[in-house]
């Protein structure tokens, strides 16, 4: 009587916990991919390039007057007086101090601003996903998976929603 009594409790729990997994709604978004390809993650990796694009080309300038100041030493120092070597390479340090220094600064201000925009897009992203959840009546929706069935990403709704908004 007692194995019976409790086969037919194991056996409800199992049907009633199946029951309650069929009605919930789970959805997958891959953020790395909403990044990479919503209308203003682009729009704002074109006004970060943009707006470090002048910094870039100077260092890029002075990478190049630092390598050209290097060879003009390797080649020619040995035959130079020993003062214009020293003052040559006074000036390749001093250089090479400043590129440093301004390449420093430059990767700062960058992941700064990068960090910037990034946070309004993820902010329009997260907006964007639970108005979804809301209208589709999902009971959760996972950002970070090992594995993510095709059959629950939503990704491309999220892209979707944050391509149509400004």
Not at 46 to 67: C, G, H, T
Not at 104 to 128: G, I, K, P, T, Y
């Amino acid at each position: 009587m007692k194995v019976s009594t409790l086969t037919l409790v194991a056996a409800a729990l199992v049907g009633f916990s199946q029951t309650a997994m069929a009605e919930t709604k789970i959805g997958f978004v891959n953020s790395d991919r909403v990044m990479r390809e919503a209308g203003p993650a682009v729009r704002a990796q074109q006004r970060l390039e943009k707006e470090f694009e002048k910094r870039d080309q100077e260092l890029q300038r002075m990478a190049k007057d630092l390598q050209a100041m290097q060879e003009d030493l390797e080649r020619n120092g040995a035959t130079m007086a020993e003062s214009d070597r020293r003052t040559k390479e006074r000036s390749f340090n001093d250089l090479n101090r400043d590129f440093q220094r301004k390449q420093r600064e430059f990767r700062e201000d960058l992941n700064q601003r990068r960090n910037e925009e990034l946070a309004s897009v993820l902010e329009r992203a997260n907006r964007s996903v639970k108005q979804i959840a809301e209208a589709e009546k999902f009971d959760i929706i996972f950002q970070e998976a090992v594995y993510a069935s095709p059959r629950i990403d939503i990704t491309d709704k999220v892209i979707k929603a944050l391509s149509e908004t400004k």
